[in-house]
């Protein structure tokens, strides 16, 4: 079982980026998929971006062409690049991550482990 931790969120106006990165425990991190999901002030959480092993990346259209998601295997870090952000990006953001083959399966089961999340607050 990895363990997370994120950093990195902070308070940014709206046009402003952000990077947020998440550290992993665990030889194996590098075979997971991993992911990003955020939790807006009296909403559900929901999925942000995803990227498996390999490199192959999924966004939910929200953040298509502002936000990058990235790995570093050697590291064992996930990356989130938010560029261009807006007040409706406010949010916890959390890293995800699972022992699973594809990005597919990543959005259909909930994730194994989870880190205790970063606050992302965008002003208008």
């Known amino acids: 079982q990895v363990q997370l931790v994120e950093s990195g969120g902070g308070l940014v106006q709206a046009g402003g980026s952000l990077r947020l990165s998440c550290a992993a425990s665990?030889?194996?991190?590098?075979?997971?998929?991993a992911g990003w999901f955020r939790q807006a002030p009296g909403k559900e959480r929901e999925f942000v971006a995803a990227?498996?092993?390999?490199?192959?990346?999924f966004y939910t259209d929200s953040v298509k062409g502002r936000f990058t998601i990235s790995r570093d295997n050697a590291k064992n870090t996930v990356s989130l690049q938010m560029n261009v952000l807006k007040p409706e990006d406010t949010a916890v953001y959390y890293c995800?991550?699972?022992?699973?083959?594809?990005?597919?399966?990543?959005?259909?089961?909930?994730?194994?482990?989870w880190g205790q999340g970063t606050r992302v607050t965008v002003s208008s």
């Open positions: 995800a991550a699972d022992d699973v083959q594809t990005i597919q399966v990543f959005l259909r089961k909930k994730p194994s482990a």
């Open positions: 665990g030889r194996r991190f590098s075979s997971y998929v």
């Open positions: 990227i498996s092993g390999s490199g192959g990346t």
